[in-house]
């Protein structure tokens, strides 16, 4: 006798939902023989009727109104692809409360009111998985929660925004400036007409947050997250950074000190090429782990795209739905709220260039800025813009050793009032090169 | 109220067994406050009973009689840490029959009696879990299962020995010859006095069989696999690859084709610098996991040592702690047999090098064997080793497009017939830069 098929109510049929309608067609015999389970995509929720989608179901399956296949007791599990706060939020917490598992692939939503859902689910016993929310078809969420669940994470460092990531990679690899680089992202689709939430670091902040919460078994929310994005890097930080040994790239940093409390900041970093996460290329993503037990971990692959989304979104699916059959559930816990550490006490690297009159004793008066705030260099080099002899300009270059965010800007608000620095070119920070 | 706890019988105390000790002191507490589950190691049972162990636990704890720990009705979850086949099969059996989980790092265990173990674990409704036993601390067992669930999986090619990978490093990075770089290897305990499991293929080949039954559902034993070690790899192939772009490495290839059946090999590879597997150094493992909707994926890690194994060990024990207390299990399900392409008809480009006599008419003469069956060249170059004029000796290097085994196999018996060719220096398969 064929199993009574589990019946997912989609709400949403972009590239996501569509991808897993697809998905879930030409997989379906092959999930069924290995877990028993028969999934169905039973009905779906979506703005315009009338639009035509690349997806083989029958027309009577779809609706505009997303509450009443939430609520619709032909439907086993919802799975939001809507995107956005609301009305994902309502529909989502409806659906829990009606003791339905929840699959979402929505960052923001997550990022936002993770405590809300994460009660929700708990108090009705059943799923809310997001693994698609962070890092696309990445497994990262359920390797972190479960297969690290032993372990004790001191710090996840992660290439997490595909567009930003193909813009540094042109820059590195064709020299292009940021605009052109931008430009030629937004021609393949990998960015949006307004960039804002990709290359100002919104997007990268949110899936930081989730990835801290879990990590650290802490409620960590998109607000608490450092951001800076990467419209100011420049062709030529990122040509110095060859010539030293680095890479440009945006990083989100989630870390926990001794003393419990969490840092997420999200910022362009120079990394050294020797390092993994220096090699990961075009729109590819990576999360590096490092825990005290395991060591060095990093998870690689798709962070964005319909397929490589629905994929990540259908194995959770296959999740909640035997879960579902069993009568359980996966707790996620009643975390505390994360105490976050504030950027100024983060420690970190710095790369810092400036230009500088060439002027007898300018060096001298420069490293002892430096040095009245305990910031301490670790490799400087000067060299000449335009040999004008005395009173011409001069290019410096610092990297410090670690020193506290408080220290640097501190440093950068007193090199400034110095009539010898007509300016500070850039100040980027350096990850993964050891203090 | 504390819960009870759930009481660990340890099988082995060697380093994975000591780390996982040391892990659950150290851990308890958070992991009790995330999941709710107490941990405690009840029972340890060790050949040697005088032996001084860094771990802090009550002599009384300590027995020299496993199938004792596995019985006692004081032990409800069994961490099987002895290695080798039998008596590890015979406890692990004996456990499951009794009801209890087993989580195992046994890579001989799984890759030669998987089918036995999961029927055993499915039959009393428990789980057996075995994250370590692939790739010690790196989660892929468990994305493999659960994350990519809903995935068609194409190919998994992994570096899964760090001990090869280390010496495969050195002679890469410092020039060393095989043997300089195996002493030294030996010399920092990476290698056994005994390397042959390591460098002939052995231990990646269990490896290789055990994610292939969990990528593609169907059972592979290590018998199945096709072994070729690193031995016989040279400072001269590690120089011309360097030269052509490439960086030598022992991989596992598992891969799946249309006709369903599945090919396992273990050898030395040529793999493109650009491509992601080429940036694992030293002694760390990745798998590089191809499918259809989810794209590239990449896990890297710490294949080994007791903390990263007993950190994924630990992983495993929360999860069948968990559905222990929950009366549920994660079933492996009644995994048909695959049926294996044999080598011959695997397809592959290839490196060859060839010492041939320095004469006209030397290289059509070659070239000809290769048209001959039907191999076609992607590239070629010449050199001569020594300038003596017509007489000498010259290299000819090839790398063919893709070709099947059976064709290439046939080429090097009939290269090997020619009066012109001295001898054939090295074979390599090309693995990762299309066809």
Do not use: W
């Not at 825990?291 to 690689?300: D, H, K, P, S």
């Amino acid at each position: 006798m064929a199993p009574s098929p589990i019946r997912i109510g989609l709400l949403g049929c972009g590239n996501v939902g569509a991808a897993l309608v697809t998905l879930v067609a030409a997989q379906g015999d092959a999930i069924e023989r290995r877990t028993g389970l028969r999934l169905q995509v039973a009905r779906v929720a979506v703005r315009n009727l009338g639009k035509d989608r690349p997806v083989d179901l029958p027309q009577s399956c779809f609706t505009h109104d997303a509450a009443d296949v939430v609520a619709d007791p032909d439907v086993d599990l919802v799975v939001e692809a809507i995107g956005g706060i609301e009305p994902a939020r309502t529909f989502v917490l409806d659906a829990l409360k009606g003791g339905k598992p929840v699959v979402t692939a929505n960052k923001e939503l997550v990022a936002n009111t993770a405590a809300e859902l994460f009660g929700a689910a708990d108090a009705a016993g059943v799923d809310l998985l997001f693994e698609a929310a962070v890092a696309g078809g990445i497994p990262l969420v359920r390797p972190l929660r479960e297969s690290l669940a032993g372990e004790h994470i001191h710090r996840a460092t992660g290439i997490v925004n595909g567009t930003t990531n193909y813009i540094l990679t042109r820059m590195t690899e064709a020299g292009a400036a940021y605009g052109e680089a931008l430009a030629e992202a937004q021609g393949l689709g990998y960015a949006e007409r307004d960039p804002t939430a990709d290359v100002e670091g919104y997007d990268s902040g949110a899936k930081a947050a989730i990835i801290a919460t879990i990590a650290f078994g802490a409620h960590v929310v998109a607000g608490d997250v450092y951001h800076e994005g990467i419209s100011d890097v420049t062709p030529a930080d990122v040509a110095v950074a060859a010539r030293l040994g680095y890479v440009i790239k945006l990083l989100a940093v989630a870390e926990q000190g001794p003393d419990q409390r969490v840092a997420v900041r999200v910022h362009p970093a120079m990394v050294p090429l020797s390092h993994p996460l220096a090699t990961v290329r075009d729109s590819f993503n990576a999360v590096f782990v490092e825990g005290e037990a395991v060591g060095e971990l990093m998870f690689y692959g798709r962070g964005a795209g319909g397929p490589p989304t629905a994929s990540a979104v259908l194995g959770d699916v296959i999740d909640a739905a035997g879960n579902l059959r069993k009568g359980t559930a996966a707790t996620l816990g009643l975390l505390p709220r994360a105490t976050i550490r504030p950027m100024d006490e983060v420690r970190s690297r710095y790369y810092l260039h400036l230009e500088v009159l060439d002027r007898p004793g300018v060096l001298h008066t420069v490293s002892g800025v430096f040095a009245e705030h305990d910031v301490s260099i670790g490799s400087m080099e000067q060299e000449l813009v335009a040999d004008d002899g005395p009173g011409g300009e001069a290019r410096i270059i610092f990297i410090t050793h670690e020193a506290p965010e408080s220290a640097i800007q501190a440093t950068l608000r007193d090199l400034r009032e110095l009539d010898v620095v007509d300016r500070i070119t850039s100040m980027l920070r350096v990850v993964g090169a050891g203090t």
